[in-house]
């Protein structure tokens, strides 16, 4: 038996990745039977088939492994970064959208990768640069980008996702396809048109699939990820996982502090800029929405 990661699924077809190496499989009847699915990032258990006098016999995925973290739309599993791009401009700058991204995939053990794109088209905004430098002090993974990448950040960029599974996401025109062109000249893929390249077209095969960025680097990108809301959590941990309060927020007096009016607070001693507490603040009323 091997252990493999799977990185492409449809219709029951899976390939996976073993040791540097792509084999197609197919799962044994008794995931079928106990409605057990398998999806991209589990980490499987294979019985590999090698040919026999000339004839291709199946690889069997025998086992799925205990995941680390779950997706359900879109079904991924094992994330360990999410790649967030977002433009500085054009579309402007969605702080908040951003906050809520982060919060979520902090809740999920997804360490959060930003991508400030298009900073070619405002530059010198001292307002723009000092929300930037928030994250950064905030002890965030950031990268600001034009039309293009430098050879610097691609490779900062393949350390971080080195031997790891990410996703990628952002609103409609920030730049993904641009940026993944830009770090792989072999996509070749039009602005607008990622998600179709990956199977999300409207006439194409609806699939999932992992793709190699670089080297023992696989990214994932699926217009799902726009449509994660707060709902999904509750209020505490919201106040966990928002921004970096992990950090601070054990060290509050009670455990369910929410950060606003409790004494004793650790959040509310760290200073955190009007605009972030506000951004905090929106995130649990819209909480309370969901919940009406």
Known sequence: MAIGKVIYSSG?????LIKGRVYFAKPLGIFRNEKIKIIVGDNVEVQINENKHGLEEINVITKLLKRKNEFIRPNISNVDNAILVTSITNPKLNDFYLDKLITIFNSKNVEPILIFSKSDLLKNDEKIEKIINEYRNSGFKILTTDNKITFFQKKLLHKWTKDKLSVITGQTGVGKSTLLNNLNDKLHLKTGEISQALGR???TTRHSEAFEIFKNSYIVDTPGFSSLNINQLSKNEISWNFMDFEKYAGKCKFSNCLH?????CEIKKMNYSKRTMKNYEKLLEEKDNYNV
């Open 260 to 264: 606003i009016y409790e004494a004793k």
């Open 12 to 16: 029951g077809n899976y390939k996976v």
């Open 201 to 203: 077209g409207k006439h």
